[in-house]
């Protein structure tokens, strides 16, 4: 390899059944120009190596660990690494997580670009990574624990606290439950696609490790200034909370400080499965006024300039004393808790805590729960269905004895954790009552959903169901956020009033998207970027002084983007996806909303036709929503051409 910094010159590749771990080099210089790292090179190996129609817990499915070329260089909260497989729960698609914390720098200063894992361990294992030295680990004695009590007990056993990260699943991740995530770093993991499924069916608990090295680039005082440049416009104190850069709005305390203001006062709040916006508002006015009180501690990730994430101490009230470890986002707060009606904060604070424990991502596992709360409150299921538990809006305790009955596979909980496809039926059939929990059920394509209402903030809506991996957020166009860095001055209404506004959604949609995967491919969390004045050129101008490249400029980024987005399809389009798919939506969230701008209005007349607009920006076959011929040769992808439209 010709490449004279970002990268290290190998991956690590692990086969879990035969304990060998091998150094295997990198792609060509031309595949990591064209994919660069990440999510990128990530999908490039999942395409080259997965068996096409394996499910994400066979042991010949690969779990893929990559880096960026930008993580653990001095570039602006370059901490992401990103985690490849196949969707635990929507079949023809990918899972992709991005995680932040130390881990991924960490790997990088071990020497490593990335881990590919296969195979499945006899019996539970951690892989310990000291630099150089990799070697399997026992981890019966920790098989069980919870995903904090996990980090803790191997940092204690290989007797470093302060030097070495832990990746590693709780106990939804061992069961194989719908949304099982891999925890890192306390405060960090990684949620979409149920990848803590495909981790836990390998029998691979953890995975820890310590980096002494640094990272070689080509020109370090280069991307040095341009951090100096970038950090400079990442808070440029604007004033007016509608013109703020998202650094702005989650620094020291992500949600704790602004969560009225961005989510709350808009009623986006998920609440009560969507059957009562109004009640949001007031969730998300009391979690701010508690945190206002209680001990907020930010809790940076590697190089990270904003600080989203957070422990909250409960200072006052029978939880009193009660530490919690959160991300900065406000999923973790409508998924845990405002869905099923819980707005006591300390209560907020307590399930959003068990679920990282127990290593769930609400997204996949909360819609059940919604759905069940919902029936309960309507008359629908009764104690004598669930075991004897209550379940009233804002029945805190029950809500978790059913996460812990879902992750020990026991009682009504166990029902919850089949994923929402399964779920009506297995908890409906009895009483014949399937179709009317489908109908509460809040599901994009088998994968659950983002926990916000985007009823009345159709971008964001659209973006979450096409973003390629399932129901997840990727580049949410205009709605809710300006992004002067992409040409977008202004925040666009919600909603649209008729056809010709709902198609002008489309390319904001689009291209946001198409940029944030090409962030996505560098190691660098986005927060950093978004709505930063000239973050595109930043972003290139960096991965350039990492690398050598040096007329690598922003139409560059957008095609390695573009290209990304097309081996998200290329995955669909070799595991049976249809068209007919794209529109494999909840109900739910087709009804308009009761409140704001969507009384009247609903997406659901205007959905096939953005659909079709999507897929001609994209260069993709407006009958089958695949990537034709054309594209894949303009985009220097031949080598895929056989999973190309006809
Ligand atoms: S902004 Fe938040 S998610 Fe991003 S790196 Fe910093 S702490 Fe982590």
Sequence with gaps: MTVRGGYWPHILRVDLG?????????????????????IGLGLLYLLREAPRT??????????????????????????DVTIVSFHHCTPYSAAVGHTH????????????????????????TYLWI???????????????????????????????????????????????????????????????????????????????????????????????????????LLFPGTTDPSQRTVAEAMQDGGNSRNYFDTFGSHRRVLSKNMTD??????????????????????????????????????????????????????????????????????????????????????GQFAPMMGAVYEAFNDGLIHKQDTGGLDLTWGNWESAMELINQAVRGEGFGAKLAQGPKAMPEAVGAERGITEE?????????????????????????????????????????????RRPDLGYDEITPGVAENLDEALAKVEPVYRTQIMKLFWDTLGICTFGTMG???????TSTSLAQATGWENFDEQEAFTVGERISNLLRLVYARRGFKKSDELDLSPRFLEITRVGAAKENGIAPYLPAMVDEYYRLQGWNVDTGVPTRETLKRLGMEEFLDDAAA
């Design 54 to 79: 394996g499910k994400a817990t066979d042991p010949d499915v690969p779990l893929i660990f990559m880096n960026g070329p930008l993580t653990g260089t001095p570039a602006i909260n370059s901490s």
């Design 101 to 124: 914390g130390f881990w991924g720098a960490y790997l990088k200063h071990a020497g490593h670009q990335g881990i590919i894992f296969t195979g499945r361990s006899s019996s539970p």
């Design 130 to 232: 000291d630099d150089d030295n990799v070697a399997f680990r026992d981890a019966s004695h920790i098989w069980g624990e919870d995903t904090r009590e996990t980090e803790r007990r191997i940092k204690v056993e290989l007797d470093d606290d302060g030097n070495i990260s832990v990746a590693c699943i709780g106990r939804a991740g061992e069961a194989g439950v719908a949304g099982a995530m891999i925890k890192n770093d306390r405060n960090h993991g990684a949620g979409k696609g149920s990848l803590g499924a495909a981790m836990g069916a390998k029998n691979l608990k953890a995975i820890a490790v310590r980096g002494t090295g640094t990272v070689p680039l080509f020109d370090a005082p280069g991307l040095v200034e341009t951090a100096v440049e970038w950090e400079n």
């Design 277 to 362: 916006p109004e009640w949001g508002a007031d969730f998300a006015r009391k979690y701010v006024e508690a945190c206002s009180r209680w001990s907020v501690t930010p809790q940076p990730s590697y190089n990270c300039k904003i600080s989203c994430a957070y422990d909250v101490e409960i200072t006052d009230g029978p939880m009193a004393g009660f530490v919690g470890s959160k991300c900065g986002g406000a999923e973790p707060m409508e998924g845990s808790s405002a869905i099923i009606g819980v707005d006591d904060p300390s209560a907020v604070v307590i399930l959003n805590d068990l679920y990282d424990g127990v290593g769930i991502e609400m």
């Design 18 to 38: 035969r304990k060998t771990v091998t150094r295997e080099a990198l792609p060509p210089e031309e595949d990591l120009r064209k994919y660069l790292g990440g």
């Design 437 to 481: 929990l489908r109908d509460k059920i809040l599901d994009m394509k088998g994968g659950g959903a983002v926990m916000h209402d985007h009823r009345a903030a159709w971008s964001a809506f659209f973006c979450e169901m096409t973003a390629g991996y399932g129901a997840s957020t990727q580049g949410r166009g205009t709605d809710t956020f």
């Design 532 to 538: 930063v004045a000239g973050s595109v050129r930043l």
